[in-house]
């Protein structure tokens, strides 16, 4: 993908949101932002049955183009995968998906969903062990 | 309304929609979202970016005179051009890259009221046509660190001395210390939180109105005037990387006048990270 290709692209999540919104069956909602530059993203994350792989992942969010295009296609991303491959997923992954010599110089923004996404998954293991121990 | 002490440096849209064509005038564009200007921006407007363009790679501080001089003779701006920046986030970033012009003495930079979202609003032409200008040969001096800039021994300082004042630009939440990063991504936040003591905390967008432009003057010494912050005094202002704090250098220096304003760039993002500087912090969680 050359810088053009990668521009189109992140304009077309910025302008077209890809599973946009609020999820009411969501086991987590998570707010994540950065209170320098006012970029917001909220993850609604869904988990299957099993505990272990992503069901669904919506979003809701405010701010830079990037923030929000990344969102996006984070969600795109990470449908259906095991909670442990979010786990690995780094700023790398996200810098690549995203075209790296577009958002590199970006890289709070880029990772805003990610690391958003990831504070979610945390939240779920620990509300489903505290539930376990109860 | 009084006049702004230095109404030379703001100009409105319609003066530069009467400049596009003029080539002693560069417009600039310095947003904090990278990608705006490839979604449209004022027709012959070149993009400078605070990250790729104005910071050094590796250590954390400012281009070099060598590397000022080689952007912009490469963005066909002279030592005689005037450079007028716009941007969004009511100009935050603008004022930032003006900073920085400032720190290597351009002579004449300017900043459009209102920024991008004033130009939109008003339905003016966006191109998405990037422009070429022919190569300027610019010679700055030395980068001049002392008169606009302080670092952060001048600030421990500061905290000690009469007759100064110490302006936290950053949102209320930041100045009590409830936040200082993002989760999961400390690395880039700091590992305290609160603000450097006896600072007060003047949010910087307090100094806009809602359509982005300027206060008056009037409403701008009140809201500076009201805590302290007066023209007889040596003020430095900061903020979390020194970029909205160069918003409240541009706002204190230009629209009232004040002799002695400094911004510490280095801010609380060196300032909350670093060992044994002293911290107020009001936020009880």
Redo the contacts between chains.
């Keep these: 993908m050359d810088r053009q290709e990668a521009i189109e692209f992140l304009l077309d999540h910025y302008q077209n949101p890809r599973n946009h919104g609020q999820l009411d069956q969501a086991d987590v909602t998570m707010p994540g932002g950065n209170p320098g530059c006012g970029d917001i993203v909220t993850i609604y994350l869904k988990v299957d049955d099993a505990g272990d792989h992503i069901d669904h992942v919506t979003f809701e969010g405010a701010g830079c183009t990037i923030s929000q295009a990344a969102a996006s296609i984070l969600t795109e991303m990470v449908e259906g995968k095991p909670l442990s491959e979010v786990d690995d997923m780094d700023f790398n992954d996200m810098i690549d998906q995203l075209g790296r010599e577009v958002v590199s110089t970006r890289p709070r923004c880029a990772t805003l969903a990610l690391g958003t996404l990831k504070a979610a998954i945390t939240q779920y293991r620990t509300d489903k062990l505290r539930a376990e121990l109860e | 309304m009084a006049e702004y002490a230095h109404p030379e440096v703001l100009v409105d849209t319609a003066w530069v929609a009467d400049h596009l064509n003029d080539p002693n005038v560069r417009i600039v564009e310095s947003n904090?979202?990278?990608?705006?200007y490839?979604?449209g921006h004022i027709p012959g407007a070149i993009k400078i970016?605070w990250?790729?363009d104005l910071n050094d790679p590796v250590v954390r501080d400012y281009l070099d005179r060598e590397h000022f001089n080689k952007l912009l003779s490469a963005k066909g701006i002279g030592n005689d051009t005037t450079v007028v920046f716009y941007g969004d986030?009511n100009n935050w970033w603008a004022t930032y890259a003006l900073w920085v012009f400032k720190l290597f003495g351009h002579k004449d930079a300017r900043i459009m009221n209102g920024g991008r979202a004033k130009w939109i609003a008003e339905g003016r032409d966006l191109t998405k046509e990037v422009p070429s200008y022919p190569p300027a040969n610019y010679q700055a001096p030395e980068r001049d660190d002392k008169t606009i800039r302080a670092f952060r021994d001048q600030v421990r300082e500061h905290i000690n001395k009469s007759g100064v004042a110490l302006v936290d630009v950053?949102?209320p939440?930041?100045y009590s210390g409830e936040?200082t990063?993002?989760?999961?991504?400390p690395q880039?936040g700091t590992l305290r939180g609160g603000h450097i003591p006896t600072a007060v905390s003047i949010p910087w967008a307090q100094a806009v109105k809602e359509d982005s432009t300027f206060k008056g003057r009037e409403d701008l010494e009140a809201l500076y005037g009201g805590k302290g912050v007066t023209p007889n005094k040596d003020v430095i202002a900061y903020?979390?990387?020194g970029e909205?704090s160069s918003h409240t250098w541009f706002v204190l220096t230009y629209l009232l006048g004040f002799p002695q304003v400094r911004n510490y760039d280095g801010s609380w993002t060196e300032w909350g990270n670093a060992v044994g500087v002293p911290i107020e912090k009001t936020y009880q969680g």
């Design positions: 904090e979202d990278i990608l705006l490839d979604q970016d990250v790729s986030k950053r949102s939440q930041e936040r990063h993002m989760p999961e991504y880039e903020c979390r990387i909205r």
